[in-house]
Every structure is written in C-alpha cells, then in structure tokens.
C-alpha cells in the first residue's frame, strides 16, 4: 500500500491529506502538526475585533474529519529529521521519538514571521500567525492605547484598520511608497491613505524602524525619518518560508523557498512541497513569486494531490488574485499593477468606468496590453466583489481580448444589479477609444 506523510497540517497540508483519500480511499496518509489549533486563519484576530466572532478558536477552519476518512493525524508533534535516503522521517511531543516511513512526503509547513534577532528579547514586540501567537497579541491589544505596526502588505494595514476603529492611536511603518504595494495601484492606495488619515492614523511610508528604546515600559522607536512611542509594536511583515528543516537536503532559492518542479516535486524523488513553502512563475511576467494566500495554499495542495495517486498534472501558472474590506470598501486586484507592467516592460492603456454613487456601487480600472488583453484588474466596491473577481480570473487566464468582453452575453434578472454590465462599458470605452486613434 502506498503512504504519504504530510508535515504540516494547515490550509495546504489538510487539503492534500483529504484530496489524497478522496482520489485513492485505500492511500495510507499520515499528517503531522506541531500546534494543536489548526488550520487557523491568520486574520482571526481582525475578526475577533470586529465582533464577527465570538473567539479565537472560532477563526480554525478543519477542513474535514480527518479520523472519519482515514487519516491518521499527530497534532502537537514536531518533525526534528528527516532522512531522505532511508525515506523515514522521526517526530516527537516532547516525550520520545517516533520514527514513520514513506512512499511520498508533502512539506507543507508554511511560513513564519521573523522579528529581527536584535529585538527578540525586547519586551512588549509581537509577531502573530499561529493560534498561540495570535492568542498572546489580543491580550496585549486590549490593554494597548498606542500601537505601531511594522508593515504595509495586508497583515499591517488590515490590523490597522480594526485598530484604527476601536479607536486606538496607530501608527504604521513600512519602506514602501503605497499600502498594501504587491496588489494595488497609487490610486486605491491613496483612497485607504485618505481613509486612515481621516481617523488620525499616523503613516510613516518610505521609512523604517532604526532603533529600539525601552523607557518605562513603553518602546521609543527611531526611525530613518522621525520617531514613534508606543505601547507595543507589532511586526506584520518579515514573513518567510518555514524551511529550514529541509536545508540539508533540498533545493533552497535564496529566499528561503523550496525549488519545486511543474508538478511541485522537490530534487529528493516523491517529495513534494505546497502553499507558503514554494514561488512560482507568474502567468504574465513568467517571474517567480511566493505563494502566500490561502486559496493558493490549497490549490498547490489539490495539484500534489493529483500528482501522488497518479493523475500527472502540471501546476497551473500564478495569476495575483486577492480582496479585501476597509472601512465599509470593498477592493480587489486581479493581475498585474501598474508597477509591475512597467517593471516587466508591457506596454498597456487603462480605461476607467463606474463610480460608487452608481446604481452597480463600484470603480473599475481595466489595464489592457497592446494585444486588446486585460492584463490587471483593480476594483473599489460598496458590495461584495469575490465573485467579480473570480470571473475576471477566468477572463485573464483565458486571454480574451476586448471585443469578446463586449460582445459576450450574460444573464439578466429584473431589479437585479450586475456586475457585467460595468465590464461591457469599460469594453465599450476601450474600443471607442481605439477606433478614435
């Protein structure tokens, strides 16, 4: 009988474990986790925040039984060796080792966040992304009145935006010029900029913490340009690969990732590596990025798992797909940013529709290549956008160009609003705008 081990049991690791079984009920799958809360979504802090749950362990999302279909699993245990050659590995809870063999091995530990070795004995600095973690952090959060956050991608500004409404006095640090930089362009930046402002957020962009003073138990933080005290500085960026268990046998880029293969296989035959752990190449650029989202982390699962029982199928190119809710606006991207457009030398125009006092309640911006393609998506909405961006998603991977956008053909149902007819105006717009040229 065939047996896959799994190291790691989070939103990769238990998707592949169930996929696994759910293709071959009759495969041996061992899964083994250090915590004992998982998998757990990292932002369930914000949502304990924001009342839209009553407690953190609310926020762990099992994905399945894992005893009812079959797969035997060691939550609280800790992988200390692997031997490639022997293919065993050896775990422990701290009361012995236990050695298991293997046919496939799927790495799916994730990432971690980091805080600088300087700072790591530093009273009242936190990084949060376990259970654990994120349970030590909203202990500290309710008793906090002056908070810094070390970090502009999605983890600082959306902690910022719950703080900034509970009405805490935050202020957050990061080297970009714009927030939340890899998927949006200045001008959605600028309108979560104005919103923070307007709260009295303090924002220190193209800057970054120097120094670290404590004084009467509060942080006293220099920057490259300024200073901040604070009560707690939490670190929300320094996110990296959790690898380094398979230094001494893998392929390691030098950001710390394990090199995988179209089929996520690692050098070391059968062994597999998913989610947080892997980059790669992007649909439009062909430049390799980390994975670091969760639906990622389970589409990375759900290809290894086709690869281990046998269906061979080749990882599909990255495409940046991602939302999120700020101060009652929902935003989107899909694609590339102007930024990386012009990093990557691709030529593009970019039309504009809608507005949010229209009855759709939303701001597109559409960036097309020379090729009538849509090549980046970005979106400001009153409503849910999710399912927009999924079909959006399908259109850029699909390649259509500008006049399949327009001529395509959708559904209607009386005094119900759609988002497709926003994307055949901004078609429109495009098309008359190259007819005139």
């Known amino acids: 009988m065939k047996k896959t081990v799994v190291i790691g049991a989070s939103h990769s690791g238990q998707m592949v474990a169930s996929e696994i079984k759910r293709f071959d ?28 749950i009553h407690d953190l362990s609310d926020a762990i999302a099992p994905l399945v039984d894992l005893d009812k279909i079959g797969v035997k699993s060691f939550f609280g245990y800790e992988v200390v060796e692997i031997n490639w050659d022997k293919k065993t590995i050896r775990y422990t809870n701290g009361k012995g080792l236990q050695e298991e063999d293997y046919t496939n091995l799927v790495l799916a530990t994730g990432s971690k966040q980091y805080l600088p070795r300087q700072y790591m004995n530093v009273k009242n600095i936190y990084s949060y992304k376990s259970f654990s973690e994120s349970l030590d952090v909203l202990k500290v959060l309710e008793n906090a009145n002056t908070i ?14 719950v703080l900034t409404q ?37 924002l220190f962009l193209e800057n970054q913490i120097m120094d670290i003073n404590e004084e ?10 300024g200073s901040v005290a604070c009560d707690v500085l939490i670190m929300a960026n320094n996110s990296r690969p959790n690898s380094e ?14 090199e995988v293969n179209q089929y996520l296989q690692t050098n070391q035959p059968q062994v ?45 190119k990255q495409l940046n797909i991602s939302t ?63 399912t927009l961006l999924d079909l959006l998603e399908i259109v850029i991977r699909s390649g259509w160009k500008m006049e399949e956008l327009y001529s395509n053909n959708t559904s ?17 717009c495009y098309l008359a705008q190259i007819r005139e040229e």
Not at 25 to 47: C, M, Q, R, T, Y
Request: charged share 20%; aromatic share 8%; glycine share 6%.
């Open 25 to 52: 009920p009759d495969h041996e799958v061992v899964l083994i986790e250090k915590e004992k809360n998982v998998p757990f979504i990292a932002s369930g802090i914000n949502l304990v925040l924001k009342n839209k």
């Open 148 to 161: 810094a956050i070390s970090g502009t991608g999605y983890v600082g500004v959306e902690l910022g935006e």
């Open 166 to 202: 509970l009405n805490k006095q935050v202020s957050i640090i990061g080297p970009t010029k714009n927030l939340i930089q890899e998927y949006y362009d200045q001008e959605i930046s600028d309108c979560i900029k104005h919103k923070f402002t307007n709260y009295g957020t303090s």
């Open 216 to 225: 009467d138990n509060r942080l006293n933080l220099q920057l490259l340009e």
């Open 245 to 258: 268990l398979y230094w001494n046998g893998l392929r390691i880029s030098q950001d710390k990732t394990v």
């Open 272 to 316: 597999y590596a998913i989610g947080d752990l892997i980059a790669l190449p992007n649909l439009l650029t062909k430049n390799k990025t980390r994975l670091s989202l969760i639906t990622e982390a389970r589409q990375t699962a759900r290809i290894a798992a086709l690869n281990i029982v046998g269906k061979k199928t080749v990882m599909p």
């Open 324 to 386: 999120t809710q700020l101060f009652g606006l929902y935003f989107g991207s899909v694609g590339l940013t102007k930024e990386k457009l012009e990093q990557s030398n691709i030529a593009y125009k970019t039309i504009r529709v809608g507005n949010l006092s229209s009855f759709e309640k939303i701001r597109i911006s559409l960036h097309v290549d020379f090729k009538d393609r849509i090549v980046g998506v970005q979106i400001v909405s009153e409503k849910n956008i999710q």
């Open 412 to 428: 209607f149902f009386p005094m119900s609003p759609s988002f497709t007819s926003v994307l055949h105006e901004a078609a429109a």
